[in-house]
Each structure stands twice: as structure tokens, then as C-alpha cells.
């Protein structure tokens, strides 16, 4: 007898390990850092943020943490993007993360100490309501399911806490209100995206200006009470959260109404040449030297596009790469971004991904020729051709510091330009001997405040401007430079030009980005349905001289000193949780232990669990080694079972079944979406057979028995997968799966054999609609196979485990749909939220022979399932109608699983 689960059937993207870091540990009164020496350069101003975040924070809520905070720092977004402290992959939209298992705060650097500092603050927050709300460990994940305390809370807190009120939140607001676009709070409960952050925030710096800060802590811990966030702002402030809500409207009014009057909006001669998509969201354009063509970003089902697109008419010309996909582009970064185009037109230049490290690729226009220049430096950003055509300027990043580098397109070599602990961005050429850059330097170093400098050939480099806030877009034509910068707290358009700074544009709307080429500008403008580019004449606009000092000193570099280096970080483990009773399909109600362990640091995980229940304690033990390109996993486990037989009045056969395993795996991926899985997994089977009776009290051993049996189970796999996952699950892309068994060690040993393969593919036509098609097949043979069943929420849904066959093939077709995005009902009071939907077609095959197939070995059905959230997986409520080839039989049957759909 053997008891044996084929084959896995998983999926999902690689994490490769590119980079091997040695950690050390700097512990600090509040926080336990851990750091790396190619970034220690970083490590001063980490401990002075995050102490100060701390002491600010406790002030808003009355109280410190009882643990000090694990404190993750990387060097990169590359390097972060393979921490094992989380499985998911991170993209370059993530800016930052704390896990609620350890409580651990992880961050990267992406050259901008700004923006760094915002993160430090952001996590801070996080650890605090974690804590608070005893969402720390495996119970905190089950009570964060099954607590009414929606994203916005979270999130808008953490915005508030680090950016108060800010430019960008002004913005959005401003924008949404006015066009009626600015969503309830209630409405907000179930929304995703931007707009959450920033109308959290927006609300709690109201709640700060109307009640005072220490409320925003209240209805915290109210809210752990409660568990829900509308009953604790009502114990709170005294009022329901519509009342709130509209008193929060009226503030918005207060503050951004006036501005609708004050400010300039988009003329109605200006050119609109690309409209915004609501599945589409298009970002920082690019207009050729020649005025004809303007590259772009766009990002669709989390693929980022570039594209090339006519200024003259609008069409679309051709789309130069897509990344997220293939290992040619496993990323191509938006937000490092700008598309640089050679002197003649030809040829852009962007940033992407591919093997661990950044690059910077030119695409031909023309003749579709790409080109990849692969620089070994943690972060590549905003390239620039020379005025020649031969160089390309850009930003990189290395050990902690950025700094301009110059590439040479023919020889392939690399100059660093600069050279200091200053951050440096979106690099320009005046002309063939000097560059222009944004940063923040000076003997008095504000990080939050960038001017423009300039940069000759030889690395001198001078200031040219008065402090501008953040700048954030920058273009050069005709030695006139063109910026976007929040001078005066909101994102304007100016130029600088002989000495002299012009205000050109100060939009209600808000700019985002600066272009030009040709006799043109073109402009991002901010919009609730996305960016809007339009084409615009600098002679349109108006000049409006700002009076200013120019600084034409040398800047004085500051030095952070270290005074405490920290020491090697040990191998420390902590529980990430602990459980207790389990329940699954096969085994029934079991009573044990179970706990999950890692590292700090993710690299080590373990998973242990044992069943006091169980005949002789079962147990099983899982150890996931993380740190390097390939991946292990070693398994050992035990299974026991006992069950009676009757055999006289007097006497009953007990059979006992007892399993031993034991297994070793290794990952190896080829790249982020492709990889082999080798393993193998050695059993040792023990079957026993004794007569117990009654009347003498007396056990008595069956002839023949215990029967022993052994094998091991060599296993390969391929995995492919590419899928982008939304917030119902896979919504585009593919992954696939096959797999081959055998067993080994000669006749007195199991004997069983298999191969499987399972296909799927998603579609998302837009909104919230998604296709989802599914193939699959299992073959099991051998004098020892357990062959599989087909039928099952897995398979077939509405039926039970109805066919079992040697060999098993099935498709399984879904149209995914939200039936439900926000519902309130007024009896019973039920509020639902994301309740999702899918029409399903499922058919399947089972059969042992090839040449003995019929009717009888074919079932179908169809019907509609039901998703509710759960928090951590779906509750799945099928109702299938069965079919056969002889046609549909009558009735519905119900059926649910607790898990995720194919």
C-alpha cells in the first residue's frame, strides 16, 4: 500500500540571488539594523531618520513598542527585489515593506535621500500599528482577515505621519474634488491604488488640524477594540463617518476651491496629442529633436511598454520593447525614467532589466536594431545622448552614493563624471562640454531642497540656481533649461535661461513631466483618469521673472562619520507563528503543533508541525535554504494510522499504516520566469496486521505481516511563468507546468511511476473582466500507483472524486467578473465588499486504456462560482450543472473550497 501525491503543480516567478552579501548588525535604542558594507556610507543617516521617526511617532501615540524593530536596509531596488523576507517579487513600484510576521521594516535606496527618508518614516508607521492592533504573527494575520479596517487607514496614517500635507496630495485632491471625482470614505473602503494613500492622508491631516494629532492615535486603539474602524471613530469623535466624511469635504473645499479661481488651467489652444486610458496608464513623454515623434511608458496588466507615437497626428507608430515578460526585458523601469532621443531622431535610450543588473538599451527606430549595454552598478537612471550622438550621460548608482557617468556608445567604456556623497538627477547636456543636473549639496546640506548645477567635462561643477523645492522633470534645448519643481509648494513648469529663473506655468491640474523638441513642449498633465500630453509653443506662455541670487561658488562636500560600524549579524531565529488545530479534507480534525520559523534576514525558513492525535505522534519538518542562486527545500516526515476490521464476535483485525519520508529539492532558474526543479523523495512503507480478543485481552500477530516497503522517487520539472497578478489573482500572462516521476532501486522496492502537465493562460479584455483557460493532464502507472481522480473542485467542479483512472485529462474555461464592488444593505446590515464572480465550463477525460475510450469515461458541468475574501484566501461557493455526452442532467450542485482559483 502506498500513499503518494503525485505531483505539485506549482508555480510562480523566481527570486535569483544574484548578489551575496556579508550583514552586519548596528543596534540603535529602538531599532536592530541590518546593513551591508557596500552600503554603510547610508548608515548614519538611517539611525538619525529612523530615531527621529520614533520619537515623533510615540508622541502621536502615547506609547513606544515593546521590541526593538528589525530594520532591513539594501543598497538598491535590485538588490531588494531578492529579499527572502517575503515571497513576492517586488516591483519597481514598491518602494518599501513591513512584514507583519517579525515586524521587520525592509528598505531600499533608490538615490534620492528624500525619498528615503519618506520610506524610514512610512515602515515606522506601519511597526507601530502592527503592534497596536496585534497584527503581528500568524493570530495577527487571522484577526488583520477578519477586522472592518480598510487600506486607506492604514496607508493615509502612513502618508500623513511622514509627508504631512504635500505637494502631490494637493494635487490630487485639488483635482478630484473639483471634477467631482473625490470618492466617500465608505466608497474608499473598497477601492485600491493611489487614490488610497492619498485621500488617507489627506484625511488624517484634517483630523490633526480640526481635533489634534493625538486623535489619529485614539481611534488607533479604539480601533483594536472595535475592530472596526467606523464604530471606533464614532466612540472617538462622537459622530458617524458620514458626518465626518462631509465635514472632510468641506475642509478640502476650503483649502483647494480658491485655487481653482488663482491658478492657469490647460488653454484650449494647446494640443492634446495622447489621451489618458483607463486601463493604460501612459507616463513621461518624449519629444523627438525633430518635433515628430514623442516616445512614452506605458503600463498595462503590469507590463511596461515603450512606445512611439506621431506628434503630428497622434497614431501610434510602433512599440520599441515590453518588459515583464521575457527574460529580454524582465523589467523596464517607469519611475527611473526618461527616454532620451539621439540628435538626429533615430534613436532612443531607456533603462531596463535583465540578469540582475540594469541596463541601458538603444533602440534603432528605423531599422528595429536594440542595443544593450549591461553596467555592473546596483542602479542605472535617466540617460541623455550627447549633442553627437556618441555618449549617453546617465545616473548610477553605487555602494550608497549616486553620481553622473558618461557612456561611450563605441567603445563601451564608462567615465564617473562626479564624484561625491550627494545625490544627482535627471542629467542634461547644455552642449558638448558641459552637463546640467538637479541635486541637493552645500556646506549646509538639505536634502529636501535641489537646485540646478552645472558640470563640465573635467568634473568642476558649479551651482546655478536659489533652492527649488524637489525637481521633478528636467529638459534642455537652445541652452534654455525647462523644469518641473515645487518652488513655491506646487508643481510648476520653469526655465532657466542667461542667469534668469521663469515661472512658465503654474496649472491647477499640475504638471508632471517636461519634454521638448522642435518649436514644442510637451507636457504631462494630471488628470483622475490619468496623464494627458499636450503640445504647446513656448511662446504661448507667459514669463514671469522670479528675482533670485545666482550662487556661483563650488559646493563643500559633507561628511558623515561612523562612529559605531555595528558588528557580523548572527543567524538568529524567531517564530514567525504558532498554530494549533487543523483541519484538511483527507485527514479530518487533527490536534498539534505547528510553527514557522525564519531568519531576520529570510534567507533560512523552517516549518515544523506535529499531531498529538496522530497513532505514535505524526510530524512533518520543511527547511527552505534561500541565500544563493539555487534554492533548496529538505522534508522529513512521519504518518501513522490505525483502523479495526471485524473478523469474529470475539476478535477484531487492527491495521496499522505507518509512512516515513524524507526528500531534498533543489530551484534552479534559468532566469525570472523559467526554471528545473530537481529533487528526490525516499519512503519507507510499513503495513501490520494483529488480532486483538476480547474475552483473553490478549494481541496476537497475523501471519505474513508487517510488510515493509521502500523507495525512492527521482523527480524533474520545468516551470514557466510570467503571469501579472491583480487583486482577484492572475489577470494576464502564463505559467505552466510538467513534471516526470519515476522510482528507482530495483523489484523488492514500490514501483510507480508518472508524468503531468498543466497549462494556463489569462486574458484581461479591460475593467474588471478576465479570461482564464486551464489544460491538464496526469498519467500514474506501476505495480504500486495510486491513480488519480478526476472530479473535485480542482478538476471537475459538481462532482464528488467520481473517476479514477491511470491517466486523467481535463480544460477548464472561466469568464471572471465582480459581482459585487461595494454593497450596504440597510436589514440586515451587511456590508459586502469585492465580492467576485466566475461562469465556469469544466470537461474532463479518464481512462487506462488508449483503444477502450467511451461516453462513460467523459464528464462535464457548468455553473457559477461565488468569491468572498477571506483576507488571506477565498471563500469559493460553487453551484454546477453536470453534463455527460448524453446531455445536461437535472439539478444543482452546490459545493465550496477555501483556496485560491487555477
Not at 539594501?74 to 527585489?81: G, K, P
Not at 498595462?300 to 507608430?317: L, P
Request: aromatic share 18%; charged share 25%.
Amino acid at each position: 500500500m502506498i500513499l503518494f501525491i503525485f505531483l505539485q503543480f506549482e508555480f510562480g516567478k523566481n527570486k535569483i540571488d544574484y548578489y551575496s552579501f556579508t550583514w552586519m548588525l548596528r543596534e540603535t535604542e529602538h531599532f536592530e539594523i541590518y546593513y551591508y558594507k557596500e552600503e554603510e556610507v547610508l548608515l548614519p543617516f538611517v539611525v538619525q531618520v529612523a530615531e527621529s521617526a520614533y520619537k515623533k511617532l510615540e508622541e502621536v501615540f502615547s506609547r513606544g513598542l515593546e521590541e526593538k524593530i528589525p530594520l532591513i536596509l539594501y543598497a538598491s531596488h535590485s538588490h531588494f527585489e531578492e529579499t527572502n523576507i517575503t515571497p513576492y517579487i517586488m516591483d519597481e513600484w514598491v518602494g518599501g515593506f513591513t512584514e507583519s510576521f517579525q515586524n521587520r521594516v525592509v528598505i531600499p535606496f533608490e538615490g534620492d535621500f528624500e525619498r528615503l527618508r519618506h520610506v524610514i518614516w512610512h515602515e515606522i508607521v506601519h511597526a507601530f500599528q502592527f503592534e497596536i492592533l496585534s497584527w503581528i504573527g500568524l493570530t495577527g494575520v487571522i484577526r488583520r482577515a477578519f477586522a472592518n479596517v480598510p487600506l486607506w487607514f492604514i496607508e493615509g496614517m502612513a502618508e500623513w505621519a511622514s509627508l504631512g500635507w504635500d505637494p502631490e496630495t494637493e494635487r490630487w485632491m485639488r483635482v478630484y474634488l473639483v471634477y467631482g471625482e473625490l470618492p466617500s470614505l465608505k466608497e474608499l473602503s473598497s477601492m485600491e491604488g493611489y487614490i488610497v494613500y492619498k485621500e488617507g492622508q489627506a484625511f488624517m491631516k484634517f483630523i490633526e488640524d480640526r481635533y489634534g494629532k493625538r486623535k489619529i492615535g485614539e481611534i488607533l486603539f479604539k480601533t483594536r477594540i472595535k475592530r472596526d474602524l467606523f464604530l471606533a471613530i464614532k466612540d472617538v469623535l462622537g459622530m458617524d463617518v458620514e458626518r465626518l466624511d462631509e465635514e472632510f469635504r468641506h475642509y478640502l473645499m476650503e483649502r483647494c476651491f480658491p485655487l481653482y479661481v488663482e491658478l492657469e488651467h490647460p488653454s484650449r489652444d494647446w494640443r492634446i496629442i495622447k489621451e489618458p486610458d483607463e486601463e493604460k496608464y501612459i507616463y513621461a513623454p518624449s519629444l523627438s529633436p525633430d518635433g515628430t515623434m514623442i516616445a512614452y511608458y506605458e503600463l498595462h496588466d503590469g507590463a511596461t511598454s515603450v512606445k512611439i507615437m506621431s506628434a503630428i497626428d497622434g497614431r501610434e507608430i510602433k512599440e520599441a520593447a515590453k518588459g515583464g515578460f521575457t527574460s529580454k526585458f524582465e523589467t523596464i523601469y517607469m519611475t527611473k525614467g526618461k527616454i532620451s532621443w539621439s540628435p538626429d531622431s533615430r534613436r532612443i535610450a531607456f533603462v531596463s532589466k535583465s540578469g540582475g543588473f540594469d541596463r541601458i538599451d538603444v533602440y534603432d527606430i528605423k531599422t528595429g536594431k536594440l542595443q544593450n549595454f549591461t553596467l555592473r552598478l546596483d542602479a542605472v537612471m535617466e540617460p541623455s545622448f550627447s549633442p553627437d550622438g556618441r555618449k549617453i550621460a546617465f545616473v548610477g548608482l553605487k555602494e550608497g552614493t549616486t553620481d553622473v557617468y558618461i557612456l561611450d556608445l563605441l567603445n563601451r567604456e564608462v567615465v564617473k563624471l562626479t564624484n561625491d556623497f550627494y545625490c544627482e538627477h535627471f542629467p542634461e547636456w547644455l552642449d558638448g562640454n558641459h552637463l546640467v543636473f538637479a541635486g541637493s549639496m552645500g556646506e549646509e546640506w538639505d536634502y529636501q531642497e535641489e537646485r540646478l548645477y552645472m558640470v563640465d567635462l573635467n568634473g568642476n561643477e558649479f551651482c546655478l540656481t536659489a533652492p527649488l523645492g524637489k525637481v521633478k522633470s528636467l529638459a534642455v534645448k537652445d541652452g534654455k533649461i525647462y523644469f518641473v519643481a515645487t518652488r513655491n509648494g506646487r508643481e510648476c513648469l520653469y526655465v532657466y535661461e542667461r542667469d534668469s529663473l521663469f515661472l512658465l506655468l503654474d496649472l491647477f491640474e499640475g504638471i508632471t513631466c517636461v519634454s521638448c523638441g522642435g518649436d514644442y513642449l510637451v507636457l504631462s498633465v494630471f488628470g483622475t483618469e490619468g496623464e494627458r500630453f499636450y503640445l504647446v509653443k513656448e511662446e504661448e506662455l507667459e514669463r514671469k521673472k522670479i528675482p533670485e541670487i545666482k550662487e556661483k561658488e563650488r559646493f563643500i562636500p559633507v561628511v558623515m562619520e561612523i562612529e559605531d560600524k555595528g558588528k557580523p549579524a548572527p543567524l538568529a531565529f524567531t517564530v514567525d507563528g504558532i498554530g494549533g488545530i487543523t483541519y484538511d479534507t483527507y485527514s479530518g480534525l487533527s490536534q498539534g503543533v505547528e510553527v514557522v520559523m525564519s531568519d531576520v534576514l529570510g534567507n533560512h525558513q523552517m516549518y515544523g508541525y506535529v499531531n498529538s492525535m496522530a497513532l505514535y505522534n505524526d510530524f512533518y519538518f520543511r527547511y527552505f535554504y534561500l541565500p544563493r542562486v539555487i534554492d533548496w527545500v529538505f522534508d522529513i516526515g512521519r504518518y501513522a494510522v490505525m483502523f479495526p476490521q471485524y473478523y469474529s464476535r470475539t476478535q477484531d483485525i487492527f491495521w496499522s499504516y505507518e509512512l516515513w519520508l524524507g526528500g531534498i529539492s533543489a530551484f534552479l532558474p534559468v532566469d525570472r520566469f523559467r526554471r528545473f526543479e530537481l529533487g528526490v523523495v525516499g519512503i519507507r512503507e510499513k503495513l501490520n496486521a494483529e488480532i486483538y480478543d476480547y474475552a483473553t485481552d490478549e494481541w496476537y500477530q497475523v501471519s505474513g505481516y508487517p510488510v515493509y516497503s521502500y523507495g525512492f522517487f527521482p523527480y524533474l520539472a520545468f516551470v514557466f511563468d510570467n503571469t501579472y497578478w491583480g487583486a482577484w489573482g492572475p489577470q494576464a500572462g502564463m505559467r505552466g507546468r510538467v513534471e516526470y516521476q519515476t522510482c528507482v532501486l530495483g523489484e523488492r522496492f514500490l514501483e510507480v511511476y508518472g508524468i503531468g502537465a498543466d497549462f494556463r493562460k489569462y486574458w484581461h479584455p479591460g475593467g474588471n473582466y478576465i479570461f482564464a483557460g486551464r489544460t491538464y493532464y496526469e498519467c500514474v502507472w506501476g505495480r504500486d500507483a495510486f491513480y488519480p481522480y478526476l472530479g473535485g473542485t480542482y478538476t471537475v467542479r459538481g462532482y464528488p472524486d467520481t473517476l479514477q483512472a491511470s491517466h486523467i485529462a481535463g480544460l477548464n474555461l472561466e469568464f471572471r467578473f465582480s459581482l459585487i464592488e461595494y454593497l450596504r444593505m440597510g436589514f440586515p446590515p451587511v456590508e459586502l465588499h469585492h465580492l467576485r464572480s466566475a461562469l465556469f465550463v469544466d470537461a474532463g477525460l479518464a481512462w487506462d486504456e488508449w483503444n477502450n475510450i467511451n461516453k462513460d469515461n467523459f464528464i462535464g458541468s457548468f455553473g457559477l462560482e461565488v468569491r468572498f475574501w477571506l483576507g488571506f484566501a477565498y471563500l469559493n461557493l460553487i453551484f454546477a450543472k453536470r453534463f455527460n455526452l448524453d446531455g445536461v442532467e437535472p439539478g444543482i450542485y452546490p459545493d465550496f473550497y477555501v483556496g485560491f482559483p487555477f
